[in-house]
């Protein structure tokens, strides 16, 4: 492949660039030696990875490798190539922090659940590897094994929960065979709502997955019962599974800011309507996260408009520093309408390796970048990257989905209005979704030029989500080709305002109690209702919580918010204490109540001095019923005692 040394060594001015043409091989002596030397090494190469790291042995400093070939040197346009493979190379030094990781454990108890002697033959294959129990649904004729080596029972599951290492299943129509069972089995009498616990599910019923996203959930595997070659995949993988795992723990949450609810009224649950896997529920006044059943799409993160849950392969503001490295080296290095395409590993790594081996490769402005899932990139990246001076922003997905990718859908809808509004042209965000890689190459191609901002924002910011999207959108706007002040947004977008009916409204600040950012605000001092939109994501929860329901959320970006001062939604005359002259509620409000109560209850009958209470402030209110002597119950007949449950009991006791 064709190296533009030149190219890179633009792009990559802080670094000492080496370029040789068998390093692996004839060249090892070269490597050997960069691996005594202090300081981090970068090797533009994976291939022979184990090679290289046998060689480095125990170095002192860090030594990663990137992928220049595929991605960039096999291209028909390789010779076009240096300002990405420089922009790779950059991309690539960027630190990752590490993440956690939760453990697994498998004793491998397996449940094969199946329908015919299928399930039957997947046994006797795990026989001698795990500890196996056939369960037949519904079952035709089941030939008796002449040795009994695993139980095999009929019932149908009824409910299934958990993950490796903790099914557990509740099942009906149970029954165990009887055991002098001729030419078929014969089964005793059923019973219903049994729970069975096992390590590994097997499903070959055919039928009905047990769990959404059943791909994802870890120990639960399952095969077409007609297919031998899956399910003889199924059960190679599932003999595997016996001992301890340790599986990344893909998201961080905060319950402090989870914005779900206040006081059992439900605000945002855009984390709870995208997850797959069903790993979050809610937990009180915010949602859980179960990072066993996670399987890290990473929409959660995505959509979180608080922060609340943060992605971990890599952190939000790591993912950002990556596109900065990327996009500004490939510009110094003398690129020009950069194409950025995100994808996984699993899927988009290969069809881009296969596209380099067998078809024309990537083309040269396009800079793949490789995340753990696509799902995972929020509104902040696609915002960051055109702010950087990316002219397009593709996401490689397959033909059909493992799972849901509505997240991203929305992600990619606001992020086009908000391009569209500050005038970027064409289709700067869109999907490439297939299994071809001629497919993906062709649509690659058809990408034309596209213009990109004249002079790309540089900036480097750390935090979470929501101050990394306010920040990477004020840049945007500054360098965007056609700055507006206000772009409406669909509907989900974490970024709006609200529309207060003012008449409507009593100045009960219910609202400002659950605003979980400080949005709405009061003032100690008066009946005052303030709004401030830089704060507001839109979480709904003013809307729910309103007692008069005179609260509409309104999706948009204001550029102007994070200047501007609080809005004054609504003020009013303050009611003062009739007594001690210290401001206590709304008059207006005070003034119904005593129009409400005077000569209209028992307790404040017209012209009684009974009425300055209500005109006064809680301490006020205190001395002066003291001071009267005031007792709210005088002159009222006396009632019935209250009921116990022994009254109730002696009451049923006597009818019985």
Not at 59 to 88: C, H, Q, Y
Not at 116 to 135: C, F, K, S
Not at 439 to 448: D, F, P, V
Not at 558 to 581: G, L, M, W, Y
């Amino acid at each position: 492949m064709h190296l533009d040394t030149a190219a890179v060594k633009r792009g990559c001015r802080k670094s000492e660039i080496a370029e040789f043409r068998q390093l692996c091989r004839a060249e090892l002596d070269h490597f050997r030696s960069a691996a005594r030397a202090e300081g981090s090494l970068l090797v533009g190469c994976t291939q022979e990875a184990p090679l290289f790291r046998r060689e480095a042995g125990e170095r002192a400093g860090k030594i990663d490798f990137v992928n220049l070939r595929e991605t960039a040197g096999w291209s028909v346009e390789g010779a076009k190539a240096g300002p990405k493979m420089a922009a790779l190379l950059a991309a690539a030094s960027e630190a990752e922090p590490a993440y956690p990781f939760v453990a697994l454990k498998s004793d491998g108890v397996v449940l094969i659940y199946g329908r015919d002697d299928v399930a039957v033959e997947a046994g006797q294959l795990l026989a001698d590897h795990l500890d196996v129990t056939v369960m037949i649904t519904k079952p035709a004729q089941i030939t008796p094994p002449a040795t009994t080596s695993f139980p095999i029972v009929k019932g149908t599951i009824r409910n299934a929960k958990g993950y490796l290492g903790t099914f557990e299943l509740t099942v009906d129509d149970y029954a165990a065979p009887d055991p002098s069972s001729r030419d078929s089995l014969v089964f005793e009498a059923s019973r219903n709502g049994l729970t069975s616990r096992c390590d590994l599910v097997l499903d070959l019923s055919g039928g009905t997955p047990l769990f959404p996203a059943y791909d994802l959930r870890d120990g639960y595997l399952r095969a077409d019962p007609r297919d031998p070659t899956a399910m003889l995949r199924a059960v190679l993988k599932a003999r595997d599974l016996v001992g301890n795992f340790d599986k990344p723990k893909y998201v961080n949450f905060t319950a402090s800011l989870c914005a779900h609810s206040r006081s059992k009224l439900t605000g945002c649950h855009r984390c709870l309507d995208l997850c797959p896997t069903s790993a979050i529920t809610p937990h009180g006044d915010h949602v859980k996260i179960d990072a066993e059943i996670c399987a890290g799409c990473g929409q959660c993160a995505a959509a979180c408009p608080t922060g609340a849950a943060t992605y971990a392969l890599p952190p939000g503001d790591t993912l950002l520093h990556k596109l900065r490295a990327m996009l500004l080296t490939y510009r110094e290095a003398g690129g020009a309408n950069a194409v950025v395409l995100f994808h996984d590993s699993r899927h988009g790594s290969a069809l881009i390796d296969a596209l380099a081996r067998h078809g024309d490769g990537l083309p040269a402005t396009v800079l793949p970048f490789a995340v753990n899932e696509v799902t995972q990139v929020g509104l902040e990246a696609i915002v960051a990257a055109f702010a950087y001076g990316a002219a397009g922003v593709r996401f490689l997905l397959r033909a059909k989905p493992l799972h849901d990718v509505t997240g991203l859908s929305q992600t990619i809808a606001t992020a086009d209005a908000i391009l569209s509004g500050l005038g970027f042209l064409g289709c700067p965000v869109a999907t490439v979704e297939t299994e071809d890689p001629d497919a993906l190459g062709e649509t690659l191609k058809r990408i034309g030029p596209a213009p990109a901002v004249e002079r790309p924002a540089t900036f480097k910011t750390v935090g979470k989500r929501p101050d990394l999207l306010r920040f990477a959108l004020s840049e945007l706007h500054r360098v965007a080709p056609g700055p507006v002040d206000v772009i409406a947004l669909p509907e989900g977008a974490p970024l709006g305002t609200i529309s207060v009916n003012i008449e409507g409204c009593t100045l009960c600040l219910s609202c400002v109690s659950v605003c979980p950012t400080g949005a709405l605000r009061d003032d100690p001092e008066r009946p005052v209702l303030k709004f401030v939109e830089d704060a507001c994501v839109q979480c709904g929860l003013c809307q729910s919580t309103c007692p008069e329901k005179v609260i509409t959320l309104k999706p948009q970006i204001d550029f102007r918010a994070a200047r501007a001062a609080a809005q004054i939604i609504k003020e009013e005359e303050p009611a003062f204490c009739i007594r001690c002259n210290k401001p206590f509620g709304v008059k207006s409000t005070i003034d119904k109540i005593a129009a409400k109560l005077e000569g209209r209850h028992w307790m404040y009958p017209t012209g009684d001095k009974r009425m300055d209470v209500v005109r006064m402030c809680a301490d006020c209110r205190v001395i002066a019923m003291s001071e009267q002597q005031f007792d709210p119950f005088k002159d009222i007949p006396a009632r019935a005692p209250p009921r116990t449950t022994d009254d109730y009991l002696r009451r049923r006791e006597n009818k019985d």
